[in-house]
């Protein structure tokens, strides 16, 4: 089974905190993606990456930046935490079509 | 092929069919999904269809899939309490781009 792993679970940052959300994906997928979700207003894209050290935004990348390094791992990188970005975090992988997503980050910035 | 919309609830009695529908405006999806998301857990691929396809069967879900009026629908035969969840609809562009509805929380009432 593929399994994508985000290292937190919850999280509770500062403003102004610099937030690393951790995800790795163990079946050698080519595309990462991070997610951020809010009721309402289902999955939006923050970034992807198609290859190691490939990246591209998504439809809301302010206030994040991304990492990839190797291939199994896509970090999601906020350099300075604010209060609007409390949200649920997903993480997810896909090689032919079918998305994998892990069980979601869910940060609150105070 | 960014618009992606759903009705954000849906209640039904345990035992009835459940239909939840979903519209998006661009016909050059290659693959239509429909995810399904259990409270405090990621997203689960439940069924999909291809773009050539107008109904697909799985035991108790049947998608249908209107091209002319962009629409596609889930529905759930003999709906159960453990069906209740946020379930969304996506579709996906050379397998890296997928836009996701803001997802229909499914209420089953015993």
């Known amino acids: 089974d593929v399994k994508v792993t985000q290292s937190s679970r919850y999280l509770v940052k500062r403003t102004g905190e610099k937030v690393f959300l951790e995800c790795v994906q163990d079946?050698?997928?080519?595309?990462m993606f991070w997610y951020r979700q809010d009721p309402g207003l289902g999955l939006r894209l923050i970034y992807f990456s198609y290859d190691v050290k490939m990246k591209e935004k998504g439809d809301i990348p302010e206030g994040y930046s991304v990492s990839r390094e190797k291939k199994e791992r896509f970090s999601l990188i906020l350099e300075s935490a604010s209060t609007n970005q409390t949200s649920m975090y997903l993480c997810?992988?896909?090689?032919?079509?079918?998305?994998?997503f892990g069980e979601g980050s869910r940060l609150t910035v105070l | 092929g960014e618009d992606v919309e759903q009705s954000l609830f849906l209640s039904v009695r345990e035992g009835d069919s459940s239909v939840i529908n979903c519209t998006y405006t661009?016909?050059?999806?290659?693959?239509l999904y429909w995810y399904k998301q259990e409270p405090g857990a990621g997203l689960q691929l439940l069924t999909y269809?291809?773009?050539?396809?107008d109904m697909k069967q799985d035991q108790r879900l049947t998608v249908l899939l209107n091209k002319k009026d962009k629409h596609l629908s889930l529905r759930i035969a003999d709906t159960q309490t453990g069906d209740s969840a946020i379930y969304f609809c996506?579709?996906?562009?050379?397998?890296?781009?997928?836009?996701f509805g803001s997802g229909t929380k499914l209420n089953v009432k015993p």
């Open positions: 661009d016909s050059s999806s290659t693959y």
């Open positions: 996506a579709e996906v562009y050379n397998f890296n781009k997928f836009y």
């Open positions: 997810a992988s896909t090689e032919t079509g079918e998305l994998f």
């Open positions: 079946m050698d997928h080519e595309n």
């Open positions: 269809i291809f773009s050539n396809m």
